[in-house]
C-alpha cells in the first residue's frame, strides 16, 4: 500500500513560495502545535518560516499543487486565491483548503468554475473536490455543493451514482465502517 509519508513532491521548474506562507496558516501541524485556522507562531508574515532549516518533515515534504503544477496559472498561488489546492496520494481526491479569513473565496470566480471543471472530470474516477473551511467539508459535485460539515477521521465519504430524469447524477454522505462483533 502507498504511504503518504512516502511521497515527496518536487516543486515545478520556475515555482518557489517566496512570500506565500498560506500553508502555514490552513493546517494542523501537532509537531510545532499549529492548529488549522491560525498561523503557525514561526510563520514571519512576508518572509517565510523562522525555523526553515529545522522545520518538520511533515511541513519540508509538502509543496501545494501550485508548486508542484506548472499548467496551474498565478490566480492560484495561495496567497493570492486564498486557498491551497493538494492531492491525496491515495484516494487521488483534490483538497483544497480554504483561508478561514475568506471562508467564501472559492465560490468566487475565475476558482469556481474552475473547481467544478475538475469535479465533472473525477466524478467518473469516482475522485472528489473537497473544499475544506477548518475543519468543515463541502464535496463539489458536478451538478452540485453537499455541506458535510466535520468528517471525522473514522468516517469516510462515499458516493453513490443515481439516474434522473435529468440524467446521471451523484449522492454523497459520509459514513463510519461498520463495526463486525465476532
Known sequence: MLSPDSIIAQPAPGRACGTCTLCCKVYDVPAVESVAGQWCRHTVSGRGCAIHATRPD?????HCLW???GWLGPEWK???AKMVLSLDPVSRNMNVQVDPGQA?????????????????????????????????TTVILPDRDVALGIVAPDERIVTRERMTPQGLTFDVEKVRPTVQVP
Open 58 to 62: 511533515h511541513c519540508r515534504a509538502f
Open 67 to 69: 508548486m508542484t503544477e
Open 78 to 80: 495561495p496567497e493570492r
Open 104 to 136: 467564501n473565496v472559492w465560490r468566487r470566480e475565475p476558482y469556481y468554475t474552475q473547481l467544478r471543471r475538475w469535479a465533472v472530470a473525477s466524478a467518473p474516477k469516482r475522485r472528489h473536490v473537497l473544499v475544506h473551511v477548518n475543519k468543515s
